[in-house]
C-alpha cells in the first residue's frame, strides 16, 4: 500500500488523504478556446470531412519563406546547387512524413503525444516540445518579417513597429483553434493560389528567356554555375529545417475523422497530401524563389532581392502597368500568405508550450496563455534581426530537427513493423510510459550532439556541409540498435488494455461496424471524456483523464509501482 507523510510526520495511506476536485479555468473547459492542447482528439469534436481537414492544413502552406528561402539559396550557391538541393531535401521531407502523418491521423494525437509514444517516453519527449516550439516561433518570427517589410514599403512604417502589428495582428485569429482557422484557410485557399501563380506565370510568357537566364544563374556563388558537392550539401541542410513542417500538419491532421470502408481512400488521400505532400508545395515555392531572385537581381541587386515583397512588386509589374495598383496587389499578397502560415505557426506554437510545461510544472493555465508567451518570444528574435541570418539560423536547427524526425521514423517503421520491437499503437498516456525511453530519446540526443559538432567543423569540411545527412543516418540507425540492446523494456510501464482505439472492420459489403467505447467520467475533475483518452488511477482509486494524470503531482507515478494494476 502506497503511503505518504503528513505535516505531522505520520505516513498515511494515499486512499485515505482527502483530495479536492480539479478546477480548470474557462478557458481550459471551452473546447473551441482549448482545442484539445494536451489530449488526444475526440471523435465528438471531429466534425469536418476530410477535405475540410486537409485544405486547413494546406491552407497553412502559404508562407513566403519558402521564396525567400529559394531566393537566397540561389544567391548563395548559384541555380544548380540550389536545384539538387531542395530536390534532395524535398525528397527526404515526403518519405519521413508519410509514416508520421499516418499515425497522428489514426490515432487522432498532436506531434508530441505521437513522440511519447515513438520511443521518447513521458519527459523525453519534453525536449522534442522544446524543439518543436523553436521551430515554430523561428518560422513566426521569419514569417513576421516578411509581412513587416511589406507593410515598410507600403504604408511607410518602420520595421521595428511593423514587427509588432505583423504579430498582434493574429492573435484574435488564433484564439478560437480549428474552429475558425479551417473557415479562414479553405475561404482564402483559391485566392492566394492564383496570386502566387499568376507572376510565374506572367513572366515566362513575356519573357521565354527568363527560364534560361534561371539555369544559368551564379549568383554569389564560388563554383558560379557547377556542381560543388559540399555547396549542394549546405543548400540541402537549409531546407531540411523546414522537416519540423510535418509537426505543423499534424496538428491539423489529428482531426481527421476515423478511418472506414467507406471512406478509406479519401481518407489516405487527404493524410497523404496534406502531410508529407506539403512538400511539393513547399519546393514549387523554393524553387519558385530561386527563379524569381534571378529575374530580378540584375534590377535591384542581391541585397533585397530574396525579399518576397520585391520579388512580387517586380513580377506584378510585368503585365499589370499601374505602379500603385502593382504594389497594392503586391503587399495584399504578401499579408494574405503570411496571415495564413503565422496563425498555423501561433497555433502550433501553443500547443508546444502547453506540453513543455505541463509536464515539466504540473500546471496549464490554457493553450491561450501559452499564445501570448509564443507571439513575444517571436516578438523578441524579429526585433534582433533573424531574417538577417537566415541560412545560418536554419542551417543550424535542421541538425536537431532531422535527429527528431529520424527517431521517430525509424521507430514507426523499422521498431514497430520490422522488429516487432515497439508496441503496435501509440501509447501517449502518462499512467503507463517510462518518463524517458532510451531509443528515441537517446539516438536523437546522440545524433544531435554528433551532427553539431560536425556542423561547427570538428570533423572536418565535408561533414561539415552534410551534418544533416548525418544526423538523419545516426538516428535512423541508432533507434532500432538501441531497441535491440534494450529488448524494448522502456516502451510500456505499465500495460493498457484499452490501448488499442475503437475498432473499425471492414465488411465484403462496405458497411462499417464501429465498437465506440463509451465516455468515462474523471474522478478528479468530474468531466467526462471517450475511453482512449482516460484510464485507471489508483491514487483517486477510478479512472482519471489523460490531463489531469499529466497535472497530477502528489501520485509520485505509484501506479507504475504495482504492475498488475490496470
Partial sequence: MSERATSDNISVPYENVPKAKRKFNSWVNNPVLEDYALRYAPKSFRKWSEYAVATSAM?????????????????????????????????IIFLTGIPIAYYASKYNIDMDLLTRGAGFGYLGSTLTSLVYASFTFIYFSLEGAIMAQAIQLYFGIPLAIGYLVSSLLVIPLVLFGMTLLSRLQVWTQPIWLLLMVAPLLGIVIKDPTSL?????????S???TSFNPMLFAMAAGVVLSLISQIGEQVDYLRFMPNRTARNHRKWLWAVVLAGPGWVLLGAFK????????????PHIGFKSADEPIQMFTIAFHQFIPNTFAVLTIATFFVLLSQIKINVTNAYSGSLSWSNFF????????????WLFFQIGVAICLMEGGVFDFLNKVLGFYSNV???????????????KKILKISPSYIEFKRAHLYNFNPVGFGSMIIASAVSIIAYFGAFGPMLQAFSPFLSLALAFILA????????????IARENPDAQPAVVTFSLHDQIHDHAKPEMTCSACDYSYEREDTTY????????CSLCCSLEKDCHDMCKENQNIV
Wanted: aromatic share 16%; net charge neutral; hydrophobic share 50%.
Fill in 59 to 91: 491552407g497553412g502552406l502559404a508562407f513566403l519563406a519558402d521564396f525567400a528561402i529559394g531566393g537566397s539559396l540561389g544567391i548563395s550557391y548559384g541555380f544548380t546547387n540550389a536545384f539538387w538541393g531542395i530536390i534532395a531535401a524535398a525528397l
Fill in 212 to 220: 534560361t537566364a534561371w539555369t544559368h544563374f551564379a549568383g554569389e
Fill in 222 to 224: 564560388p563554383s558560379g
Fill in 286 to 297: 523554393q524553387l519558385g524563389g530561386s527563379f524569381l531572385v534571378s529575374y530580378i537581381a
Fill in 358 to 369: 505541463s509536464r515539466l510544472f504540473h500546471f496549464h493555465p490554457g493553450r491561450v496563455v
Fill in 401 to 415: 530537427a532531422v535527429a527528431w524526425v529520424g527517431a521517430i521514423v525509424s521507430d514507426l517503421t523499422i521498431n
Fill in 480 to 491: 532500432p540498435i538501441i531497441a535491440i540492446v534494450t529488448k524494448g523494456k522502456y516502451y
Fill in 537 to 544: 488511477c489508483p491514487y483517486h482509486e477510478g479512472t482519471i
